[in-house]
């Protein structure tokens, strides 16, 4: 079985691409989510304008997260 330390380090890692992802990609995640609405969905979808910006935000809240999970890991990893 995999440790709780283990777990914790690997979310974390997925935490952090998510994060550098959504910091650095933000403009293509938007346009892959106007691609899977139109294609998949048949809908439009039209982001506000701000929406990049709101994008990198969770970004950001991503890679505190991850931060955090880390933090976590290393408590646990000690104890």
């Known amino acids: 079985m995999v440790s709780l330390r283990t777990r914790l380090r690997l979310l974390s890692a997925l935490g952090l ?9 933000a403009g293509r995640l938007l346009a892959t989510a106007r691609w899977g609405y139109d294609r ?3 809908v439009d979808f039209d982001p506000r304008p701000n929406a990049t910006r709101r ?3 969770v970004g950001v ?6 931060a955090l999970l880390r933090s976590l890991a290393r408590r646990v990893g000690g104890a």
């Not at 691409?17 to 990609?25: K, P, S």
Request: proline share 0%.
């Open 17 to 25: 691409l998510a994060g550098l992802t959504h910091l650095l990609l």
């Open 40 to 42: 998949l969905l048949a």
């Open 55 to 57: 994008v990198r935000l």
């Open 61 to 66: 809240l991503f890679l505190g997260v991850a």
